[in-house]
């Protein structure tokens, strides 16, 4: 198996933090994806759709959304233009992928809750077809590119695992991005959570952190009163 080092720090710490929800399709309940499959799974393995039978061997994620669909990649706007799909096998040795519109994209945006963090663990990916290549793989944390490649070669025959140290690709939100061949599917996207902290009434703008932005708020509205 040809595996991608996404950063530096890899695979020791793996074995001894807690995986989370591992995104598998196989209980996406049809072949077109709803776009909140796998958000918020719960200790009982369900997710907000109702949808049931997640894989919760490490715990659960019921302070992360998810969000996947179908991008427009070929005019850079990432917009949503539908689902994602399912597909069930030929996808090197991967059953029930999720695949993208034909010469589109894909983007799955995994969000924590205030106070919370989600952190991306591994995913993989499967070709369809021979000498498979993907033209665009990128991970975002808060919105910031931390891994992109192109032209990456995907095996068509044993599925290939890109993994991230979920200590360093952490934050309020993780997003998967990548385009321009529906012949390359994802599959057991693995995250978690970590946080919970009671809400802070200090941290006006809801964060998580209470910082200079949240004195800003206060003073650009010092002076106000209800009824005034
Ligand atoms: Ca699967
Ligand atoms: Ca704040």
Redesign the pocket.
């Known amino acids: 198996m040809k595996r991608f080092v996404a950063t530096l720090a890899l695979s020791g710490s793996i074995a001894t933090v807690s995986f989370g929800t591992v995104l598998t399709f196989d209980n996406a309940g049809s072949s077109v994806i709803p776009t909140d499959y796998g958000s918020r799974v719960n200790s009982s393995g369900n997710d907000a759709g109702g949808r049931t039978g997640f894989n919760l061997t490490h715990g659960a994620t019921p302070n992360v959304t998810v969000q996947m669909f179908s991008a427009d990649y070929q005019n850079g706007t990432w917009n949503q233009i539908g689902n994602l799909n399912r597909w069930s096998t030929g996808y090197a040795d991967l059953v029930d992928v999720a695949y993208h519109s034909y010469n589109e994209g894909a983007r799955i945006i995994l969000t924590a809750d205030a106070g919370h963090e989600v952190r991306l663990h591994s995913f993989q990916m499967g070709g369809y077809y021979a000498n498979q290549r993907l033209p665009f793989l990128q991970v975002l944390v808060d919105g910031n590119p931390i891994y992109t490649q192109t032209d990456i070669p995907i095996n068509t025959t044993t599925a290939d695992t890109f993994t991230f140290d979920p200590d360093t690709v952490k934050g309020r939100v993780i997003e998967i991005r990548f385009g321009n061949d529906w012949g390359v599917g994802i599959d057991n996207i693995a995250f978690s959570q970590t946080g919970g902290c009671e809400p802070n009434p200090a941290?006006?703008?809801?964060?998580?952190?209470?910082?200079d932005?949240?004195l800003l708020l206060v003073l650009f509205n010092f002076g106000w009163r209800c009824g005034d």
Do not use: L, P
């Open positions: 941290d006006v703008n809801n964060d998580g952190v209470v910082d932005a949240d």
